[in-house]
């Protein structure tokens, strides 16, 4: 997947990121019988997830809007930016997503104030929004939202008003 490089304010990563298309491939190769939830490469599997449902999702709708991620030289960094920044996502393997979390979307903003959605995808229960618009989605919500009308040109996750977070 290729880096956002467009209009940089500030010095970017810009070498592709690759993920594999068979997690289960690796694992076998790794000699990993199973993933614990919590550990480093659960998230790195369900960040993997997340990059193959938004892939599906815009082959599948058959949008031309290109899937890249962003990150500073600082590594701060966005797992996934739709199109010209219609869409910033996160993709976090916690039950709580904490201020940490929510450093590289924050930044992001900083450097393209007109985004417009920003999201952590993520195992918590509930949906909220912190108080500066970053929508917290469980992973179950980001896929109904995400599929809810494959087909509309624009793509957007349907985020309206939500319970707050601080």
Not at 142 to 152: A, C, D, G, K, T
Request: proline share 5%; aromatic share 10%.
């Amino acid at each position: 997947m290729p880096a956002y490089v467009k209009r940089m304010k500030r010095r970017t990563v810009q070498s592709p990121k690759f993920y594999f298309h068979e997690v289960g491939i690796v694992n076998s190769l790794s000699r990993r019988s199973s993933i614990e939830q919590g550990s480093s490469i659960f998230g790195k599997a369900f960040e993997n997830w997340v990059f193959r449902e938004l892939q599906c999702f815009l082959l599948y709708a058959q949008s031309d809007l290109p899937l890249s991620y962003w990150k500073l030289t600082t590594e701060a960094e966005v797992d996934f930016v739709l199109g010209s920044m219609e869409i910033a996502i996160e993709a976090k393997s916690s039950e709580r997503v904490s201020a940490d979390h929510l450093k590289g979307l924050r930044e992001l903003k900083n450097d393209f104030p007109r985004v417009r959605q920003r999201v952590v995808v993520c195992l918590e229960k509930h949906v909220c929004v912190t108080e500066d618009g970053i929508w917290i989605l469980p992973f179950q919500e980001f896929i109904r939202r995400l599929w809810s009308n494959p087909l509309r040109p624009d793509v957007s996750l349907q985020l309206t008003d939500g319970p707050s977070r601080s």
